[in-house]
Nanobody, 116 residues
Framework: QVQLVESGGGLVQPGGSLRLSCAAS????????MSWYRQAPGKERELVAF????????HYADSVRGRFTISRDNTKNTVYLQMNSLESEDTAIYYC?????????WGQGTQVTVSS
């Protein structure tokens, strides 16, 4: 059974940083896409960034490009989202997702609140 567990969320002041982690288990596929999405109150869930395995090709939403960095550690089966220069508009629940032709699974989400 595929399982994704996010962690690292919390309360941070504007301009601050957080690093989210997504620990994956239950699959051994080599080719897949790991993504971070977010959903703010009253808004639709939106793609933040993704990373492709193999090759580590990455993509970012325009709103976070230059501030957020997605990466992965294969030895730990973990994907990270380093978030710098956080803004109040980044406040949301952040979700991790894995998908390929066979997989399509979501984590439970982690809350990120940017406020002074």
């Amino acid at each position: 059974q595929v399982q994704l567990v996010e962690s690292g969320g919390g309360l941070v002041q504007p301009g601050g940083s957080l690093r989210l982690s997504c620990a994956a288990s239950g699959f051994t596929d080599i080719t897949y896409v790991m993504s971070w999405y977010r959903q703010a109150p009253g808004k639709e869930r939106e793609l933040v960034a993704f990373i492709v395995s193999p090759g580590d090709i990455t993509h970012y939403a325009d709103s976070v490009r230059g501030r957020f960095t997605i990466s992965r550690d294969n030895t730990k089966n973990t994907v990270y989202l380093q978030m710098n220069s956080l803004e109040s508009e980044d406040t949301a629940i952040y979700y991790c997702k894995v998908n390929n032709k066979r997989l399509n699974a979501w984590g439970q989400g982690t809350q990120v609140t940017v406020s002074s």
